[in-house]
């Protein structure tokens, strides 16, 4: 390397053109950025992310538009890093097992664009819809499912679930539609009330809009806000 390594020198470019599938960890503050880059040159990736990378605008439209989703892998969001010997003093006990020499790293999640089984896995619906236990938003004209597994089986109006639910995200069963962001609100919504989503006056973390695919229809015609 005569260019330090960042991936946007011309000699990390001319690397990464070369390249089939890139498999890699790269800085989360700049995650946005590298995956553009990636897509730029049209490569087959697999990477590590946070989760909250999914809300991001540039993620998000390309999740959405199911040209990335998540990979499969790190059990509840925990990933494991092998570390050097001389580096171990900046890590807490509580992170750092001497018996392993490997650092556990919470909330990291695989992003890829590579198809694999467990993304055509149908999610296994037990509930069904009750209004009382499934409020729509104050502001959006959604229901709200605080739990994946609580997805109830027989709505196909417009829910608004964790961004957790992507680990169980299935496009033949679901169409993403939208998020509770500025630029996520389907159109035709009122994009001048509050982002937060709100039930009974409390404010919800983001959420995914999602909506059940019928079967033998067409995905939901819904388009998102740039």
Excluded at 155 to 184: H, N, R
Aim: glycine share 4%; aromatic share 14%; hydrophobic share 35%.
């Amino acid at each position: 390397m005569k260019q330090y390594g960042d991936f946007r020198s011309e000699e990390c470019i001319e690397l990464l053109q070369e390249a089939d599938i890139v498999v890699t960890n790269p800085p989360f503050s700049l995650f946005r950025e590298y995956v553009a880059q990636l897509v730029k040159y049209n490569k087959k990736f697999i990477i590590i992310g946070n989760p909250n990378a999914i809300i991001c605008k540039e993620i998000f439209l390309l999740i959405k538009n199911n040209k990335i989703w998540l990979g499969h892998g790190f059990k509840n969001g925990n990933a494991f890093f092998k570390v050097p010997s001389d580096n171990i003093a900046i890590y807490s006990k509580s992170i750092y097992n001497e018996n392993t020499s490997l650092v556990k790293f919470r909330n990291c999640n695989w992003f890829t664009n590579l198809d694999h089984p467990k993304l055509h896995e149908n999610l296994d619906l037990v509930s069904r819809y009750n209004p009382e236990y499934y409020p729509k938003y104050d502001n959006y004209d959604a229901i709200n499912v605080d739990k994946t597994l609580d997805i109830p089986e027989d709505y196909y109006g417009i829910m608004g679930v964790p961004i957790s639910f992507l680990d169980k995200y299935c496009p033949e069963q679901f169409a993403i539609v939208g998020c509770t962001a500025v630029y996520g609100i389907p159109k035709g919504w009122n994009k001048n009330t509050n982002m937060n989503p709100i039930v009974n006056g409390k404010c919800k973390y983001k959420r995914l809009l999602i909506r059940k695919i019928k079967e033998n229809s067409s995905i939901p015609e819904f388009t998102v806000c740039n």
